[in-house]
């Protein structure tokens, strides 16, 4: 009798083992958007655009096209891009382009999470190209107030530290429509018109703007691919500017940030385990309180993981301007 007992005390444990798991698992898709679409039409591109999900965990688009001779099932829709979801906005839209004159097109949009759950499609059908592209001379408008916006950060490692920058997107022409946003960078000085061939394209993303809205864009570091991966005197220095399908171009605007770091001091105990693991010796005791010399430390991130495993979380990564 006692040996059954245990048998299923067991058993109970691994049911509530196996509860909790699927409690914990994301199973929910976000809500899709809506109010898809067509901004404008060219001979070779579509711009779409959309109402923003109001589901908070929504991490990203899928974009999909099909030709409308083709039948409509999901399948035959074909995956063609991907776009952050920016849930600072009310609307996002996306150019598609490398289109064929004088077709028919389906166009589709969904939702994912991080967990890669994906909403309903929702689409649009029977869009058709011109025979040409309209000659468009006309360059968008110039991006406004684009800045950084301070930051910590939450990676140990100075390579997850997220450029988190914001600013008015204008729009295609002028100050209508939308428009993509390309962003370059350079780890040696400020980007400007002199400069722009030769800065470092930013990898891996394109941004669009809604004329009008401010958008938010972040920049991961580690997709600062090009050496060094991490700038001298942890500076850097990024610029965008907008191009519309025509390749008529806005004016460079330019930001630049520093990552530093620094002691909370309220929340150091003086355990000194982050003077010990420093490999440039860079902290010192001030005031009974560890400091750090920013002018040697290396930003590796060895002090933090140290003070976060000790449960302090004393020191922080700071994006200052
Ligand atoms: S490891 Fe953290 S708590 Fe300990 S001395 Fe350094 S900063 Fe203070
Ligand atoms: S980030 Fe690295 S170099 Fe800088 S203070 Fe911490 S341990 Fe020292």
């Known amino acids: 009798m006692k040996k059954i007992l245990?048998?299923?005390?067991?058993l109970s444990l691994f049911a509530c083992d196996?509860?909790?798991?699927k409690l914990s698992l994301d199973n929910t898709a976000p809500n899709p958007v809506s109010n898809l679409q067509i901004l404008e039409t060219g001979g070779d591109y579509v711009k779409l655009i959309w109402s923003v999900p109001d589901s908070k965990d929504a991490a990203f688009y899928k974009i999909y096209k099909k030709l409308s001779t083709e039948t409509e099932t999901i399948t035959n829709f074909i995956f063609t891009d991907q776009l952050q979801v920016n849930l600072q906005n009310t609307q996002q839209g996306i150019i598609i382009d490398s289109l064929a004159f004088s077709n028919n097109y389906d166009f589709a949009v969904s939702v994912c999470d991080e967990s890669m759950n994906e909403s309903e499609l929702q689409k649009i059908?029977?869009?058709?190209t011109l025979n040409n592209n309209p000659v468009d001379t006309t360059p968008p408008g110039d991006i406004a107030q684009l800045q950084l916006v301070p930051t910590f950060s939450e990676g140990y490692e100075i390579i997850d530290v997220v450029i988190t920058a914001s600013f008015v997107a204008p729009g295609d022409d002028g100050d209508n429509g939308i428009t993509e946003i390309e962003v370059r960078y350079s780890?040696?000085?400020p980007v400007n018109s002199d400069n722009w061939q030769t800065a470092f394209p930013y990898q891996g993303t394109v941004f669009s703007g809604i004329a009008g809205e401010t958008t938010i864009i972040e920049l991961p570091l580690k997709k600062c691919m090009a050496p060094p991966p991490v700038p001298p005197n942890y500076a850097f220095y990024f610029a965008a500017r907008a191009i519309d399908e025509a390749g008529n171009t806005s004016a460079i605007k330019s930001f630049s940030g520093k990552i530093t770091a620094e002691v909370i001091r309220k929340s150091c105990i003086s355990c000194w385990e982050c003077?010990?693991?420093?490999?440039e010796n860079a902290i010192s005791k001030q005031n009974g309180k560890a400091s750090i010399d920013l002018s040697k430390c290396v930003r590796c991130g060895d002090c933090i993981l140290t003070c976060e495993e000790k449960g302090n979380e004393a020191i922080k990564y700071y994006i200052t301007e």
């Open 125 to 128: 059908t029977g869009i058709e």
């Open 275 to 279: 003077l010990d693991i420093c490999p």
């Open 187 to 189: 780890p040696f000085g």
């Open 18 to 21: 196996d509860s909790i798991s």
């Open 6 to 10: 245990i048998f299923l005390a067991i």
